[in-house]
């Protein structure tokens, strides 16, 4: 069982580490084709990938905030994650057929 951090951002790397989130792979982008039932993949992810993920049997954690307007776009820091109340929130998404 593996688990992934998906993110190309340092300031959520940094801030996944104070949080004490144990990782065994941090990739900018997720090969779906590697995640196995049994994985946690956590990140900000396209909504089809999500749910290709957790239909794979794998859990899913979005990293979710509430970034205000003038922030969008910008590289944000742990610090300003944290002020923004970021937070894993655990979602099962499937697609309907």
């Given at each position: 069982?593996?688990?992934?951090?998906?993110?190309?951002?340092?300031?959520?790397?940094?801030?996944?580490?104070?949080?004490?989130?144990?990782?065994?792979?941090?990739?900018?982008?997720?090969?779906?084709?590697?995640?196995?039932?049994?994985?946690?993949?956590i990140g900000i992810l396209p909504i089809h990938l999500a749910a290709e993920a957790c239909a794979r049997?794998?859990?899913?954690?979005?990293?979710?905030?509430?970034?205000?307007?003038?922030a969008r776009g910008q590289e944000l820091d742990a610090d300003t994650l944290e002020r923004l109340g970021a937070r894993l929130e655990e979602y099962i998404v499937t697609r309907k057929e």
């Open positions: 069982m593996t688990t992934w951090f998906v993110t190309r951002h340092p300031g959520a790397i940094e801030w996944a580490a104070r949080q004490g989130l144990t990782v065994d792979r941090q990739v900018a982008h997720l090969d779906i084709d590697a995640v196995q039932a049994g994985d946690t993949v049997g794998a859990r899913f954690f979005n990293l979710s905030l509430d970034v205000p307007p003038q």
